[in-house]
């Protein structure tokens, strides 16, 4: 796609970024067809194509307003587009640009300013968000069905087991994460127990950006990252193997710490260091399945239904692994038609565009339901709260699975 960037873009790295993605692009429409937005509501603009023409203008100096901040809005960032584009567009990473120069001209209403501002200020301070956790959990009785279906119940977290092995990884822990499933990287650090590995974790490492970025607010989502960067460095620099991912969201996103942090000359190359370093649990168990050897099949043929997030099939393109993983050791895994589709969590996209999100997470539980599967698994802590807020069955993380 031919562009002519305006003088205000031309000879800018973020310009230059813009318009190589831009050019790869040919228009030939393939990614409307797994599009969800596009798919549920059938507005070219509420496609990827669409919003490349969208993007397109704005870098091309052209008026835009609030009707192209809302398409841009409605996007959900899952990059279904990306695994279907023959092109390889870097869809994502268009956006990402482009909606915060969008932002930074186009002035919301107060009220949407207030909720997107306390929205990633509150998600990212874990004492504020578990505060408000268990006053929600207490109180959970007198509220709405609609906020208190949102609120999961208190769980039980196993023990941490001591620091023994001589192969050590680190974890992230994440901002919601730790309130909403502590249970999560307990498993991951028992799991890897058995299979010789002690996890670490580093307290003073927080959100890995993602809220921010999902609410265009670059500047705020790079000051997180490099806070993780200056936290782990110590370690990444020492005999740790990995920085291990439990929730594919931050996965994607530390991963592209390089890309992030590309033009600061401070941290563009500990950048690049951190995100080499990066792996999804899943990565690194299937790596170490034949330690597994003694656990296989003992899990009786039990019915499950993974459901894998799209930060983890098409923002990482890792796939086929958990399913794996879960077969191995006994599983029976459930296939549902759609897969590839967006369950309509995504960030903060679920508290924001609450329509859309619903009648992404109905067809979901739809296919998924409909396998009768016991429990359905998944990767993410986001796609695990919404799913759980309407499912019939249990949901979790499929490394609980496996620490059982
Ligand atoms: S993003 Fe890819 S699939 Fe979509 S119109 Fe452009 S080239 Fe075609
Ligand atoms: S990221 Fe997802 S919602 Fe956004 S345009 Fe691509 S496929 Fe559609």
Redesign the pocket.
């Known amino acids: 796609m031919q562009t002519e960037l305006s003088a205000a873009w031309r000879n800018t790295v973020v310009g230059d970024e813009a318009a190589q993605i831009l050019k790869t692009c040919v228009h030939c429409g393939f990614?409307n067809a797994?599009?969800?937005?596009?798919q549920l509501v059938g507005d070219e603009l509420d496609?990827?194509r669409g919003?490349i023409y969208l993007l397109k203008n704005v870098f091309e100096g052209g008026e835009f307003g609030t009707s192209t901040q809302t398409h841009l809005d409605r996007?959900?960032?899952?990059?279904?587009?990306?695994t279907t584009c023959p092109s390889g567009v870097r869809?994502?990473r268009l956006?990402e640009l482009g909606r915060e120069i969008v932002e930074e001209r186009i002035t919301r209403p107060v009220g949407e300013r207030l909720l997107r501002g306390i929205l990633w200020r509150v998600l990212t301070h874990r004492t504020v968000f578990r505060l408000l956790l268990r006053i929600g959990q207490r109180l959970r009785p007198l509220l709405p069905r609609r906020v208190a279906q949102k609120i999961p119940s208190p769980v039980v977290v196993g023990d941490w087991p001591a620091t023994r092995h001589a192969r050590r990884m680190l974890v992230l822990d994440g901002c919601v994460q730790p309130s909403l499933a502590p249970n999560i990287n307990s498993a991951v650090a028992r799991v890897f127990d058995r299979l010789g590995i002690s996890l670490l974790r580093e307290s003073r490492a927080h959100c890995c950006g993602a809220v921010p970025l999902h609410l265009s607010a670059g500047e705020a989502a790079r000051d997180f990252m490099r806070r993780n960067i200056d936290a782990w460095w110590p370690l990444v620099m020492s005999d740790v193997e990995a920085i291990v991912m439990t929730a594919s969201g931050c996965g994607v996103t530390v991963r592209d710490y390089a890309t992030y942090l590309a033009d600061d000359p401070a941290y563009a190359r500990k950048a690049e260091q951190v995100a080499l370093k990066v792996r999804d649990v899943a990565e690194v168990v299937a790596d170490e399945m034949g330690s597994l050897a003694d656990w296989e099949g003992i899990n009786g043929n039990r019915d499950v239904v993974f459901h894998p997030p799209?930060s983890l099939q098409h923002g990482q393109q890792v796939r086929g692994m958990v399913e794996s993983i879960l077969s191995t050791v006994g599983y029976r895994l459930h296939q549902f038609p759609d897969a590839h589709m967006?369950c309509g969590s995504a960030g903060t996209y679920s508290l924001l565009q609450s329509e859309m999100a619903d009648a992404l997470r109905k067809n979901k539980l739809a296919a998924l339901q409909a396998t009768d599967a016991s429990c359905i698994v998944t990767a993410n802590i986001g796609c695990q709260v919404h799913l759980a807020s309407e499912a019939e069955v249990p949901v979790c993380h499929w490394i609980e699975l496996l620490d059982r």
């Open positions: 990614c797994t599009c969800p937005t596009y496609g990827p919003r996007c959900l960032t899952c990059r279904a587009c990306e869809y994502g956006l799209c967006c």
